[in-house]
């Protein structure tokens, strides 16, 4: 274990996760495991625990720490949890979801994104309750929902059907909703099948792209 970049974690969890209003213990103590620096490029490995997105490679990016918890506190993740996460992207929100869950099926659209995550997941740090997944997230999984938690970490112009399809009875959907510029944070929780919307604040994400997403740009 690297003692440098776990008193970065330290550091960056008080000042960044903590002072900034996120209380969820199980949620500290996660972001208090998981290595992030595994999953910045090793350029980046510096700034691995400032509060900011980082590239990460086909013009994708590693969301900024306390956006990750933010989410993340809003799945309210007891441990018994299957969750999906659309836009794997560099594995490390994943990586806290499956501290925090029983099982994460993880989606990614780009080949070398999904391949660099998965050897990080699977094969560094060898988590057992992650499923990796190639393809388009805008789907979902139907063969293996419903799920009782779904995280979107891209932008969404709007939450496909598709997807509140295959969430569960009291299941909550976490998706950045707006343009491809800028969204608000949409918090949809299904009770006794009907689909209630919360606001939760401004963000900023890359699109969604897909079927029923943004259309790729050449
Ligand atoms: N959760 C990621 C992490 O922890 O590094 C950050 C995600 S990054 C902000 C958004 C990711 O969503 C990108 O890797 C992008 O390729 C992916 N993405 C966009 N549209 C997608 C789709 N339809 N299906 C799966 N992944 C998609």
């Given at each position: 274990m690297n003692q440098r970049f776990e008193s970065?974690?330290?550091?960056?969890?008080?000042e960044h996760i903590i002072r900034r209003g996120i209380t969820d213990e199980r949620v500290i103590e996660a972001m208090l495991k998981v290595p992030r620096e595994l999953f910045v490029e090793e350029a980046f490995q510096e700034k691995a625990y400032g509060d900011h997105p980082l590239p990460i490679g086909c013009g994708?990016?590693?969301?900024?720490?306390?956006?990750?918890a933010l989410m993340t506190q809003y799945l309210k993740l007891s441990g018994t949890e299957r969750v999906l996460e659309i836009g794997t992207g560099s594995g490390y929100q994943a990586a806290v979801l499956a501290e925090l869950a029983q099982k994460v099926y993880t989606i990614e659209r780009i080949k070398i994104l999904f391949e660099k995550a998965q050897k990080i997941?699977?094969?560094?740090?060898r988590y057992k309750n992650i499923i990796t997944v190639?393809?388009?997230?805008?789907?979902?999984l139907p063969n293996f929902a419903p799920f009782d938690r779904i995280i979107v970490t891209a932008a969404s112009?709007?939450?496909?059907?598709i997807l509140?399809?295959?969430?569960?009875?009291?299941?909550?959907?976490?998706v950045p909703k707006g343009d491809k510029f800028i969204q608000t944070?949409?918090?949809?929780?299904?009770?006794d099948g009907e689909l209630i919307t919360q606001d939760a604040g401004g963000c900023v994400f890359v699109p969604l792209i897909g079927k029923y997403g943004w259309k790729e740009e050449n």
């Open positions: 970065e974690r330290k550091k960056m969890v008080d994708q990016t590693i969301s900024q720490p306390f956006m990750v997941l699977l094969e560094k740090i190639l393809g388009d997230g805008t789907l979902g112009s709007d939450v496909p059907k509140t399809d295959q969430l569960a009875e009291n299941g909550i959907l976490v944070l949409t918090i949809i929780t299904r009770r």
